[in-house]
């Protein structure tokens, strides 16, 4: 009788393998299948095959739209406004015109603008241009003393190329 006990026990532990097995297939199977929906990868056609929409530009995006004419200026190394005087910066600055106009008068005005530019980097500390909000400022800054400088137009955007603090 005893034997049969360990008997019956035996198949029932096989059965119950079986069960877990199974258990296991069916969730694995369910969870891929959810995967799949949520991700996107139940679609018939190829990622590849589908034409995606151009995003529409975010209004007020200085970026946005057809880039205009690039004046790339000489490297500026400025030791900046510090109690040590040990930090320096050197920044490479892009200047971004509407014409070819404002273009000619740039490349006229050239020694006036790294004048202009020269005497605000240096007057920055290294507290003012470590964060994002200080070099955001410093952009908006060249900006407007650029454009006071300019008659025939004004730059519409600027760009750090290189920004090194030391």
Known sequence: MADDAQAEGKGGGGLKWIL??????????????????????????????????????????????????????????????????????????????PTEAVKAEFTTRKAQIRDVILILLSAKSFAEISRLEGKLQLKEELMARVNQVLSSGRVSNVFFTEFVVQ
């Open 20 to 97: 877990i097995a199974l258990i296991v297939v069916v969730l694995g199977a369910g969870g891929f299948i959810g995967f799949l929906l949520m991700s996107g990868g139940g679609d018939a056609q190829p990622a590849a095959n589908v034409p995606a929409a151009p995003a529409p530009a975010p209004a007020g995006n200085p970026n946005a739209g057809a880039p205009g004419i690039m004046v790339e200026m000489d490297s500026f190394i400025v030791n900046l406004r510090d109690r040590e005087g040990k930090r320096y910066l050197k920044a490479k600055i892009n200047f971004e015109v």
